[in-house]
């Protein structure tokens, strides 16, 4: 028995969800968070995850925002790299320990990491891009969402 993806059995539900991650990304736009920067997010968090088709998606976005490819090549290791900023550095871990929710302090700490570099709106949009990243990746992960991948 195949199991039903989740965005063509509920659709409105998927609906609103799409007008979710917009109303989040215009928030963002007028935060003035840099679309590299949210597009690196949205990698890291799929790396994770371990979502092919949010990847499928993210990774042409952070090249078309700027992101270069041996950036994208590194973002895992990110930690270990002086070619991140303190500020990109921040959201990445923020993203890490959003998503991985594993440790109290740590999130603490990755929380007041990043409202050094970032505004309160700023620090807010960027939470959303990642919770909204997450709940992407685990809808297109129940969906058995696939990229195609080219010869």
């Keep these: 028995m195949a199991v039903p993806a989740l965005d063509r059995t509920q659709r409105e539900v998927y609906r609103q969800l799409v007008r979710t991650a917009v109303a989040s990304r215009e928030a963002s736009t007028a935060a003035g968070l840099d679309e590299a920067l949210l597009e690196m997010v949205n990698v890291r968090v ?61 999130r603490t700490a990755a929380t007041e990491a990043v409202a050094e570099h970032f505004s309160d709106e700023q620090l807010s949009a960027l939470e959303w891009t990642i919770v909204l990243i997450n709940t992407f990746n685990r809808v297109s992960i129940a969906s058995h969402h696939q990229v195609r991948l080219e010869d």
């Excluded at 994770?48 to 090249?63: E, F, Q, S, Y």
């Design 46 to 106: 799929s790396q994770i995850n371990g979502c092919v088709a949010c990847l499928g998606t993210h990774v042409p976005a952070a090249r078309k925002a700027g992101v270069t490819q041996q950036r994208l090549d590194l973002l895992a290791a990110w930690r270990d790299l002086d070619g991140f900023t303190a500020a990109e550095k921040a959201a990445l871990r923020l993203a890490e320990t959003l998503t991985r929710l594993d440790d109290v302090d740590e």
